[in-house]
C-alpha cells in the first residue's frame, strides 16, 4: 500500500473509530440520559458501521460477505435515527419512536435471511441499497422540517444562531454530505462516503469545543424550555410552594439560590426555573428581587427608624449598592424618593 491509499485509509479508518467512540460518549457518559443523546449515539453507531465496513471493503474487497452485508444493513437505521434525534430534540416528542425503527429492523434482517450478501450480490446493488439509500433520503427530507427555522436564521443578520442551531445544522449538512458522498461515489470513487464522514465528524468536534457552555449538558441552552410544558399538577404544586416560600419570606436570605428553593419545593432546580420562566414570565432573580423590594417598601413606610441602607440588608440584599439599583430599576425612582413620596 502506497503512502497516499495509507494516508486515505488513516483518515477514513479514524472517523469510523472516532464515530463508535462518540456513540459510546453519547449512550453512556452524558451527563443528563435523555432520549435525544440516545438517538444521537445510535445514529452515529449505525454511521459508524457503514463506514467501516466502506473502509475495509475499499482496501480490501475479499471482505468476509456477512461483514459486508452488516455494513450495508445498518444504512436502514441511519434515517429513522436522524429523524427521531431532531424530532427529540425540536418537539420533545418521542411517542411511537419505534415504528421508526423496529419495522426496517425487521425487514432487513428478512431480506438478509432470504437473500444473503453473498449468494445474491447483484440483488444487494441493484435494489437493496438503492432502496435504503431512498429510505435515508426521505428521512432526511422528513426531518428538514425541524432544522428548516434554524436555517431561515441564519440568512437572517438580525437574529444570532446559539450553540444548539449550530449544532443541529453541523448533524444535518453532516448526515445529508454522507448521504451524498455514497450516492456519488460510483462517478467518483467508493471512498468519498468514509472521507466525507471523517470530515464532517471533525468539523462538528469542532463546533462543539468552540460553542458548547461548560455549565450545560451536551449543546443543552438555557432555553431548553421552549416547546416543553409542564402538566397541571406540577404547576399546582409549585405554585403552592411558591406561596409558601412567599409567606416563611425565604427570600430574605440574601444567599438564596434557585437550587435551594428548588430543594424546598422538592423538585428540580430546571423544573422550577422553567416554570418561573414560562408561566411568570421572569427569571429566578427577578422573581426574588421583585418580593425583596415589596418587603423593602413595606419597611420604608412603617420603620421610620431604619436606615435606608438597614432596610436593603433586611429585605434580603447584600449590598447597599444592589439595593438601590434594584428598587430603582424595578419601582422607577430611588428609596429615598420613595420613602419621601410616601410621607
Request: aromatic share 18%.
Amino acid at each position: 500500500m502506497d503512502f497516499d491509499k495509507q494516508l486515505i485509509f488513516f483518515f477514513s479508518a479514524l472517523g469510523a473509530f472516532n464515530g463508535f467512540i462518540l456513540a459510546f460518549y453519547f449512550g453512556f457518559l452524558t451527563q443528563k440520559k435523555k432520549f435525544s443523546n440516545q438517538f444521537l449515539a445510535l445514529l452515529l453507531l449505525a454511521l459508524s458501521i457503514r463506514i467501516t465496513k466502506s473502509v475495509f471493503f475499499f482496501f480490501n474487497p475479499k471482505l468476509s460477505g456477512v461483514f459486508i452485508q452488516t455494513g450495508l444493513s445498518a444504512c436502514i437505521l441511519i434515517g429513522p435515527f436522524t429523524y427521531l434525534y431532531f424530532k427529540s430534540v425540536i418537539s420533545n416528542n418521542i411517542k411511537k419512536w419505534f415504528l421508526h425503527v423496529f419495522p426496517f429492523l425487521i425487514g432487513i434482517i428478512i431480506l438478509g435471511t432470504i437473500y444473503p450478501y453473498v449468494e445474491h450480490r447483484t440483488i444487494w446493488s441493484k435494489w437493496i441499497v438503492k432502496g435504503i439509500y431512498i429510505q435515508w433520503f426521505i428521512y432526511l427530507i422528513t426531518s428538514y422540517k425541524y432544522v428548516h427555522p434554524i436555517f431561515k436564521k441564519a440568512f437572517n443578520k438580525k437574529e444570532k444562531l446559539s450553540s444548539i442551531d449550530f449544532w443541529l445544522l453541523s448533524v444535518f449538512c453532516g448526515v445529508t454530505l454522507v448521504w451524498l458522498g455514497y450516492n456519488i461515489g460510483s462517478y467518483t470513487s467508493y471512498i468519498v462516503g468514509s472521507l466525507s464522514f471523517s470530515f464532517v465528524l471533525y468539523l462538528m468536534i469542532l463546533v462543539f469545543f468552540f460553542k458548547n457552555k461548560k455549565n450545560s449538558s451536551f449543546f443543552e441552552e438555557k432555553e431548553k424550555y421552549k416547546n416543553k410544558e409542564l402538566d397541571d399538577v406540577l404547576i399546582e404544586k409549585i405554585t403552592k410552594g411558591l406561596e409558601d416560600v412567599k409567606e416563611k419570606e425565604l427570600y430574605l436570605n440574601s444567599n438564596i439560590t434557585l437550587t435551594k428553593v428548588a430543594k424546598e419545593l422538592h423538585i428540580s432546580s430546571h423544573i422550577l426555573s422553567q416554570f418561573i420562566n414560562n408561566n411568570l414570565g421572569k427569571s429566578f432573580s427577578l422573581y426574588v428581587n421583585e418580593l425583596r423590594i415589596e418587603k423593602a417598601k413595606e419597611l420604608l413606610v412603617s420603620n421610620k427608624e431604619y436606615s435606608i441602607e438597614s432596610i436593603g440588608y433586611e429585605s434580603g440584599f447584600n449590598s447597599k449598592s444592589t439595593f438601590y439599583t434594584t428598587f430603582k430599576k424595578i419601582i422607577g425612582q430611588t428609596p429615598a424618593d420613595f420613602q419621601k413620596n410616601m410621607k
